[in-house]
């Protein structure tokens, strides 16, 4: 009765640290979405896999890619470039996947603006204290990079009104049910469902 | 950090025979929420308990109710009046509890007006054959009394998309699934958070 056949773009923003490599990688183990991988020249970490993490190029390669308009948003992150590509999303919803993507805050803005029905998701952690620790933790950082990660959160947490939901990360099980809820939920709203059989009630 | 202690008003409306009143139940014994017990004209069935399925009120006391202006909504449904009390869904919201409301299309877009914040739940069964085959087996009414309700069905749905979700009931548990999620998904809505604190990032 209802076309739910259309793709789903799910968006997920999050400041560094707050748990969304982990929350995207356990999402796309339970779910069929497909990850839409980023363009980046920031130098891969130990254990990134191109073409499955992102697609590491150049500067001058990012630079031509933005002036072909290849890119849905792009920014420079931590002085580091990275972008999303159209051609990546658009073939994803050509053949009706549903798609999850990491991008910063602004970039998720730009991709509503050219897909509105994506799904805009704000991933927070549960606090300034456990987001430090979880940086320090990391340990792939100087103390002064971490400090400058927060004082970018601080900044990107006022994008977060323009976002469609907030999930907080006090526990990556109940964060990943949330998702999986919001997910579950978008394919049951009106807007998003083709209504033209409705009437006749045909499945 | 996040102010979610706002109560929810969640409001189903579904054509007879869609199996609304069995989900209700089932969402009553698995959730936190207090149900919205309606004032009807209406003859208790059997099992019908007083205060629990409906305030069964004369004819009087109902048009005393709509003169004083105590409904929410009101609808004459089937023949029977139906209300629902303005005291008893402010007093749910004065306490902080979640609701669920069972009306008819007509008084779920009332509602909204009056409570934007309000969730509404279209409940289709997944046909029409299923619809005229459950309504039969409920065995409570005439021939005649079930083709009416399959008309009044019809036109039920056509406000179907004055509606924020649709969820189908071709399995129950299936139903009450997506339903459980649409409650997780809304209260992670950013349009219903309290963002007051959220720059402070305080729990």
């Keep these: 009765m209802l076309d739910k056949t259309k793709s789903l773009i799910i968006v997920i923003s999050a400041p560094s640290g707050a748990g969304k490599t982990t929350l995207t990688k356990r999402l796309l183990q339970i779910s069929s979405f497909a990850y839409s991988v980023s363009f980046t020249t920031r130098p891969p970490r130990k254990n990134e896999i191109e073409g499955v993490d992102y697609y590491f190029i150049s500067n001058e390669e990012f630079q031509k890619m933005v002036e072909e308009?290849?890119?849905?948003?792009?920014?420079?992150?931590?002085?580091?470039?990275?972008?999303?590509?159209?051609?990546?999303?658009d073939n994803a919803i050509e053949t009706k996947k549903d798609v999850v993507l990491e991008v910063?805050?602004?970039?998720?803005?730009?991709?509503?603006?050219k897909y509105p029905k994506a799904v805009l998701i704000f991933f927070l952690p549960p606090s300034w204290q456990e987001l430090e620790k979880r940086l320090n933790k990391r340990n792939t950082e100087t103390k002064e990079r971490i400090r400058e990660r927060i004082k970018q959160a601080k900044k990107e947490i006022a994008y977060a009104p323009s976002y469609d939901y907030l999930v907080v990360n006090d526990d990556i099980n109940k964060a990943l049910s949330d998702i999986l809820s919001i997910v579950k939920a978008e394919r049951c709203r009106l807007d998003r469902?083709?209504?033209?059989?409705?009437?006749?009630?045909?499945r």
Excluded: C, M, P
């Design 104 to 113: 910063d805050v602004k970039g998720g803005i730009e991709i509503k603006k």
């Design 193 to 202: 469902l083709s209504l033209k059989n409705l009437s006749k009630n045909k």
């Design 69 to 89: 308009g290849k890119f849905v948003e792009w920014a420079r992150v931590h002085g580091q470039l990275y972008g999303t590509s159209i051609d990546l999303l």
